[in-house]
């Protein structure tokens, strides 16, 4: 509390007549970072396509705030309104979707699962050593061994390594979706 009063240029008592504590604090924060006008596209627009942009947002918000995966993971309070709204448009989009309502909670935590899951693996990476070197280290790596590991080899020797890993993204999301549409499908019959 004492280094945020100190960045934000008040006294550390100036701050807690605002936040009784840093978990409050901790709390307005996460909900003010998902504060973002919840716009997912028409609503004539198919649902997959809104819940694709919804997912796609949603990672926006753990880029613009590389704090934002950490928080939301220790925290022990209920979400915010800012985070329920997101909620809400999500688990709508999916009763579109023709999914019974507990499988649209499931399917809501597969898709925030991925978001998480892909926000994740970019934060590792942006502490890790530069992925060149890494990618390079592995070939290197494999090299003598490719007999045993041939099936990573292919893919190293494919290129999907060097790819821009939002194409990873939008393939977990597109088999997800798929799987959503498939299911619905199916309980409808």
């Known amino acids: 509390m004492q280094r945020v009063a100190r960045e934000a240029g008040v006294t550390t008592m ?17 909900d003010s970072a998902s504060d973002s006008a919840a716009n997912f596209g028409k609503p004539s627009l198919p649902w997959n396509v809104r819940l694709k942009k919804w997912a796609r947002l949603c990672l926006d918000i753990y880029r613009n705030h590389p704090w934002f995966l950490e928080a939301t993971s220790t925290r022990h309070s209920l979400m915010g309104p800012n985070e329920l709204t997101w909620m809400e448009a999500a688990l709508a989009i999916l009763a579109e979707s023709g999914l019974i309502p507990r499988d649209q909670h499931h399917a809501f935590l597969a898709v925030i699962g991925h978001v998480r899951g892909h926000a994740t693996f970019q934060r590792t990476a942006k502490r890790s050593e530069s992925g060149q070197k890494w990618i390079h280290d592995l070939a290197q790596m494999l090299k003598p061994e490719a007999h045993r590991y041939p099936t990573l080899v292919a893919s190293l020797d494919s290129g999907a390594f060097f790819e821009n890993p939002d194409g990873a993204f939008d393939f977990g999301l597109d088999c997800i979706v798929e799987g959503i549409r498939a299911r619905a499908s199916s309980q409808s019959r």
């Open 14 to 30: 100036a701050l807690y007549r605002y936040f009784p504590g840093k978990a409050d604090l901790l709390n307005m924060m996460i």
